[in-house]
């Protein structure tokens, strides 16, 4: 399923490359983001993750490639054009606006589609409210935890009511405690019609919420696939733990 | 921006006319004229620099573009003062759309920011001492023409209540930025440039608008000083001092506040002449001192104390 | 329009001179910015600091600027040391707009300090060698600014050798190029930071000796200097050595060809202009080397 024809992919990333000088961070990576599923994009350290979603979101012009989001061609176009169109990411390193409260952060991502400040106001504080963050908002942003940042950094984004969220390991980090109350919320986010394509370590989450993988290793797309059949795949293996890992584990089994 | 949150700025103006009807000292009042002309220039640079977070050091280059356009249109070419000040804060307006598209679109920040605006105000400079329409090194003089026809008036309480009447309109201006999304979106690239970029905050466009309205507020200061001394020479109007002071007033009373700016310039001119009567005029020693206090207020940042009372007349939990 | 060539010779032979003082001042903002990363706005006022100094020892103690050269720059180096490491360090804790502010007080405090005890009069010493030339196959070129070269010359191959054979050198290399990497190996970042800054101080002094015999002192001399020195800067490619010498030649010479065209106020636009061109279309220097 490549996504053509019938199903035509929502986000379609044809042969995207970055070169930083000698090193080739992506190397013609190519997968499709199904509308309305959570897609997990998963991958070792170093692997080009943060700088394929850096491309796809228009902070980093690509070397080569194509994306195409709701089959319109948007390769290298502004951020703030692209979140228009209702492309939305949050950064693993978290970038609040520190000298602002939470409320007021995340109403910079309300009044991208409503203009009045009473509506972009009313907006953040429901998001606030939805994303758990509810006794923080008059908070200043700076005063909050490691997962108060990585809910702030989701609620910031799902204020400019995208199509869809690229989430950047919003759940590294996070207690086991804070990690239950959390996935509920991804849930619910996407129920409400929007599309994920989530980076993430945590194994445990992308099981249970992704129902499609892609795998980047080295810069390249290695596998795709169901999450479950994708850690199998003895290339998926190796790539995490080493050459020869798979065979090692299959001789155990 | 609600009724109540305007009226403090209602107060300030309520209070400068009692200033202006019961205060007679002509030294007094010419204080108080020429700390709200500086206010109104402070006021400009806080748009930019205290809720944009750009700290231009060239501000001069906007006061002497609204000075000088004005002062050459009335002398130069007869026009009346009240199209003369409009067109003098629309130049200005204009200069800071340029210098921002330039600057801004070459992605200069922070120190080079502050840099480059420096550079363009001395070239301004620089030109006016040398052009024969700004009349060179030897200024320019606007005749006295009496009467509030011609924007010119014997008496300075009627200065006063203009300037009160410019600086409340430029709060007004601040106050309804500071509750605009064009508001929320330039203190988000203040804060956090690629994040507002990832939230769709067009960040060129908020820095071109915010250097625009920065401009003509300090354009407008330009204008006004021009029409209270009825002289300007090009280090006056492009001179680094009115840079550097509507700079430190907002930040010593408190940058990216409605009142920060007023408050600044009440106290710089009040330790400039306080130390001038303590002391006795030793030239320099009033920079001295604003020199210190600008280290200090670095050192040691007490934006609390006009936060707090921002905070208060701004009600709680809005932004 | 029109000049012989004996002329523009010598405008350019005086230009490179004069240009090498320059990037003697340039040397001194583009270590520290190399280094600490900060723009140094009072550099300018620095330099009328060190102008004065060096004025008032010849005054004082009738010391001639060139026999002050050694000991004010010792003293500028404790200078810079102390200022970087009590108040400007402290004040800005590492935050660009807060070092921006820092070194702007300082220098509304030093110039305005300048003024209160010398007043705006501009002052020059009456050196005997002040006009003096030296003949030069066609050219005529100034004394001063002939020892100005040299002195400049040595400087950069004395700070060469600092940089490349001891361990404050080498130290000071290693915080510019991975400031929490030199932290972690046991290097005083701090102290070495307010060596460079004392350093960059001491260039001014050495640089001011060299302007003081044909240059007069006034309390914004500096001024005109900093905005110079800035332009060099930018154009050497901001923290590079190399470049802050080479951009003080050419800065040198374009100033000297301005001047005779279009005459000495109009002239310095050129500089201005160039400064703005620089920033807006390469911010990374035309001569590219990042040190
Ligand atoms: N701006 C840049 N300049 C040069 N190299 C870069 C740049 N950004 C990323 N890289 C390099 O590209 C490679 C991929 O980095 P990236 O951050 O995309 O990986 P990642 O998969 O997100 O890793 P992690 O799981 O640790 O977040 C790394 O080797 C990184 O050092
Ligand atoms: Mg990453």
């Given at each position: 399923m490549t996504g053509q024809g019938r199903d035509p992919a929502f986000l379609a990333v044809r042969d995207l490359t970055k070169r930083f000088g000698g090193l080739?961070?992506?190397?013609?990576a190519t997968f499709d983001v199904r509308e309305g599923s959570i897609t997990g994009l998963i991958g070792p350290n170093g692997a080009g993750k943060t700088t394929l979603f850096a491309m796809i979101a228009g902070f980093e012009q690509p070397s080569a490639g194509l994306v195409l989001l709701d089959g319109e061609e948007i390769t290298g176009r502004k951020p703030h054009d692209l979140a228009k169109l209702g492309l939305a990411r949050t950064f693993q390193i978290v970038q609040p606006?520190?000298?602002?409260s939470v409320r007021e952060n995340i109403a910079v991502g309300a009044f991208l589609r409503l203009p009045k400040r009473r509506d972009a106001l009313a907006l953040a504080e429901q998001v606030g409210q939805r994303l758990g963050l509810g006794p923080q908002l008059d908070k200043p942003a700076a005063a909050l935890t490691v997962a108060g940042r990585k809910r702030l950094e989701v609620a910031r984004a799902l204020a400019t009511r995208p199509r869809i969220l690229l989430l950047d390991e919003v759940l590294a980090g996070l207690n086991p405690s804070e990690l239950r109350d959390f996935l509920p919320v991804l849930q619910d986010i996407r129920a409400g019609g929007v599309t994920i394509l989530m980076i993430e370590h945590v194994m445990q989450a992308v099981m249970s919420l992704c129902e499609h993988v892609h795998v980047l290793a080295g810069g390249r797309i290695i596998a795709s696939g169901e999450a479950a059949e994708v850690v199998r795949n003895p290339a998926v293996i190796e790539a995490y733990l080493g050459p020869g890992a798979a065979q090692r584990l299959a001789a155990h089994a | 921006m609600t009724a109540r949150e305007t009226l403090p700025i209602l107060g300030f103006l309520i209070g400068a006319v009692l200033v202006s009807l019961f205060v007679t000292s002509n030294v007094v009042l010419n204080f108080l004229v020429f700390t709200l002309i500086l206010a109104i220039a402070a006021q400009g640079w806080n748009l930019l620099g205290g809720y944009g977070g750009q700290y231009s050091f060239g501000h001069a280059a906007f006061f002497g573009m609204g000075a000088y356009v004005s002062a050459i249109l009335q002398?130069?070419?007869?026009?009346?003062?009240y199209p003369a000040v409009a067109f003098g804060i629309a130049a200005a307006a204009v200069l800071g759309y340029a210098i921002g598209a330039m600057v801004f679109r070459a992605g200069l920040r922070g120190s080079y920011f502050a840099l480059v605006t420096l550079a363009f105000a001395e070239v301004l400079r620089i030109l006016a001492n040398a052009t024969e329409i700004t009349g060179g090194a030897a200024g320019l003089l606007i005749s006295l023409n009496l009467g509030a026809g011609n924007l010119q008036f014997a008496d300075r309480s009627s200065f006063l209540i203009l300037g009160a009447v410019l600086l409340a309109l430029a709060m007004l201006i601040t106050l309804a930025l500071e509750k605009s999304r064009l508001g929320a979106q330039l203190v988000a690239v203040r804060e956090n440039e690629s994040a507002a970029a990832a939230l769709g905050v067009d960040i060129l466009a908020v820095k071109l608008r915010a250097i625009s309205l920065s401009a003509a507020l300090t354009g407008a200061a330009g204008a006004l000083y021009a029409q209270y001394f009825l002289y300007i020479d090009s280090n006056i109007a492009f001179g680094t001092w009115i840079s550097v002071e509507a700079l430190l007033a907002p930040i010593i009373g408190?940058?990216?506040?409605?009142?920060g700016p007023l408050i600044g310039a009440l106290i710089l001119q009040g330790l400039s002449e306080g130390t001038k009567l303590l002391?006795?005029?030793?030239?320099?020693l009033d920079l001295i001192i604003f020199g210190v206090l600008l280290i200090l207020v670095v050192r040691?940042?007490?934006?609390r104390i006009p936060g707090l009372l921002a905070a208060r007349w701004r009600g709680k939990g809005a932004p | 329009m029109g000049y012989p060539p004996e002329i523009l010779l010598e405008a350019v032979a005086n230009g490179l001179l004069m240009g090498a003082v320059y990037g003697l001042v340039a040397l001194g903002l583009t270590l520290v910015y190399g280094v600490l990363h900060i723009i140094n706005f009072a550099h300018g006022a620095l330099l009328t600091l060190a102008m004065y100094a060096a004025y008032v020892a010849h005054g004082a103690f009738g010391l001639d600027p060139y026999a002050a050269m050694v000991p004010l720059a010792g003293l500028f180096f404790v200078l810079g040391y102390l200022v970087q490491r009590l108040v400007i360090g402290p004040a800005s804790r590492g935050d660009d707009s807060n070092m921006l502010l820092v070194t702007l007080g300082l220098s509304i405090i030093i110039e305005n300090a300048m003024l209160a005890i010398f007043r705006s009069d501009t002052m020059t010493l009456r050196l005997p060698y002040a006009m003096s030339m030296v003949e030069m196959g066609d050219v005529l070129l100034s004394l001063p600014r002939l020892i100005g070269f040299g002195v400049t010359l040595l400087v950069a191959l004395l700070l060469f050798v600092l940089m490349t054979r001891t361990d404050t050198g080498r130290a000071i290399r290693a915080v510019a190029k991975e400031r929490t990497g030199a932290a972690l190996v046991g290097i005083d970042v701090a102290h070495i930071y307010a060596v460079t800054f004392g350093i960059g101080t001491a260039c001014l002094a050495i640089a001011a000796c060299l302007l003081l015999p044909s240059f007069y002192v006034s309390p914004r001399v500096g001024n005109a200097f900093v905005l110079v020195a800035f332009t060099i800067v930018v154009l050497g490619g901001m923290g590079s050595v190399t470049g802050a010498l080479l951009g003080g030649l050419f800065i040198g010479v374009v100033e000297s060809l301005s001047g005779l065209y279009f005459g000495d106020s109009l002239g310095q636009i050129g500089i201005f202009l160039i400064f703005i061109l620089v920033l807006l279309l390469r911010p990374t220097g035309l001569f590219g080397a990042r040190a």
């Amino acid at each position: 399923m490549t996504g053509q024809g019938r199903d035509p992919a929502f986000l379609a990333v044809r042969d995207l490359t970055k070169r930083f000088g000698g090193l080739t961070a992506v190397s013609e990576a190519t997968f499709d983001v199904r509308e309305g599923s959570i897609t997990g994009l998963i991958g070792p350290n170093g692997a080009g993750k943060t700088t394929l979603f850096a491309m796809i979101a228009g902070f980093e012009q690509p070397s080569a490639g194509l994306v195409l989001l709701d089959g319109e061609e948007i390769t290298g176009r502004k951020p703030h054009d692209l979140a228009k169109l209702g492309l939305a990411r949050t950064f693993q390193i978290v970038q609040p606006f520190a000298g602002l409260s939470v409320r007021e952060n995340i109403a910079v991502g309300a009044f991208l589609r409503l203009p009045k400040r009473r509506d972009a106001l009313a907006l953040a504080e429901q998001v606030g409210q939805r994303l758990g963050l509810g006794p923080q908002l008059d908070k200043p942003a700076a005063a909050l935890t490691v997962a108060g940042r990585k809910r702030l950094e989701v609620a910031r984004a799902l204020a400019t009511r995208p199509r869809i969220l690229l989430l950047d390991e919003v759940l590294a980090g996070l207690n086991p405690s804070e990690l239950r109350d959390f996935l509920p919320v991804l849930q619910d986010i996407r129920a409400g019609g929007v599309t994920i394509l989530m980076i993430e370590h945590v194994m445990q989450a992308v099981m249970s919420l992704c129902e499609h993988v892609h795998v980047l290793a080295g810069g390249r797309i290695i596998a795709s696939g169901e999450a479950a059949e994708v850690v199998r795949n003895p290339a998926v293996i190796e790539a995490y733990l080493g050459p020869g890992a798979a065979q090692r584990l299959a001789a155990h089994a | 921006m609600t009724a109540r949150e305007t009226l403090p700025i209602l107060g300030f103006l309520i209070g400068a006319v009692l200033v202006s009807l019961f205060v007679t000292s002509n030294v007094v009042l010419n204080f108080l004229v020429f700390t709200l002309i500086l206010a109104i220039a402070a006021q400009g640079w806080n748009l930019l620099g205290g809720y944009g977070g750009q700290y231009s050091f060239g501000h001069a280059a906007f006061f002497g573009m609204g000075a000088y356009v004005s002062a050459i249109l009335q002398q130069r070419f007869g026009v009346n003062a009240y199209p003369a000040v409009a067109f003098g804060i629309a130049a200005a307006a204009v200069l800071g759309y340029a210098i921002g598209a330039m600057v801004f679109r070459a992605g200069l920040r922070g120190s080079y920011f502050a840099l480059v605006t420096l550079a363009f105000a001395e070239v301004l400079r620089i030109l006016a001492n040398a052009t024969e329409i700004t009349g060179g090194a030897a200024g320019l003089l606007i005749s006295l023409n009496l009467g509030a026809g011609n924007l010119q008036f014997a008496d300075r309480s009627s200065f006063l209540i203009l300037g009160a009447v410019l600086l409340a309109l430029a709060m007004l201006i601040t106050l309804a930025l500071e509750k605009s999304r064009l508001g929320a979106q330039l203190v988000a690239v203040r804060e956090n440039e690629s994040a507002a970029a990832a939230l769709g905050v067009d960040i060129l466009a908020v820095k071109l608008r915010a250097i625009s309205l920065s401009a003509a507020l300090t354009g407008a200061a330009g204008a006004l000083y021009a029409q209270y001394f009825l002289y300007i020479d090009s280090n006056i109007a492009f001179g680094t001092w009115i840079s550097v002071e509507a700079l430190l007033a907002p930040i010593i009373g408190g940058a990216g506040t409605v009142f920060g700016p007023l408050i600044g310039a009440l106290i710089l001119q009040g330790l400039s002449e306080g130390t001038k009567l303590l002391i006795g005029k030793i030239p320099g020693l009033d920079l001295i001192i604003f020199g210190v206090l600008l280290i200090l207020v670095v050192r040691f940042p007490l934006h609390r104390i006009p936060g707090l009372l921002a905070a208060r007349w701004r009600g709680k939990g809005a932004p | 329009m029109g000049y012989p060539p004996e002329i523009l010779l010598e405008a350019v032979a005086n230009g490179l001179l004069m240009g090498a003082v320059y990037g003697l001042v340039a040397l001194g903002l583009t270590l520290v910015y190399g280094v600490l990363h900060i723009i140094n706005f009072a550099h300018g006022a620095l330099l009328t600091l060190a102008m004065y100094a060096a004025y008032v020892a010849h005054g004082a103690f009738g010391l001639d600027p060139y026999a002050a050269m050694v000991p004010l720059a010792g003293l500028f180096f404790v200078l810079g040391y102390l200022v970087q490491r009590l108040v400007i360090g402290p004040a800005s804790r590492g935050d660009d707009s807060n070092m921006l502010l820092v070194t702007l007080g300082l220098s509304i405090i030093i110039e305005n300090a300048m003024l209160a005890i010398f007043r705006s009069d501009t002052m020059t010493l009456r050196l005997p060698y002040a006009m003096s030339m030296v003949e030069m196959g066609d050219v005529l070129l100034s004394l001063p600014r002939l020892i100005g070269f040299g002195v400049t010359l040595l400087v950069a191959l004395l700070l060469f050798v600092l940089m490349t054979r001891t361990d404050t050198g080498r130290a000071i290399r290693a915080v510019a190029k991975e400031r929490t990497g030199a932290a972690l190996v046991g290097i005083d970042v701090a102290h070495i930071y307010a060596v460079t800054f004392g350093i960059g101080t001491a260039c001014l002094a050495i640089a001011a000796c060299l302007l003081l015999p044909s240059f007069y002192v006034s309390p914004r001399v500096g001024n005109a200097f900093v905005l110079v020195a800035f332009t060099i800067v930018v154009l050497g490619g901001m923290g590079s050595v190399t470049g802050a010498l080479l951009g003080g030649l050419f800065i040198g010479v374009v100033e000297s060809l301005s001047g005779l065209y279009f005459g000495d106020s109009l002239g310095q636009i050129g500089i201005f202009l160039i400064f703005i061109l620089v920033l807006l279309l390469r911010p990374t220097g035309l001569f590219g080397a990042r040190a």
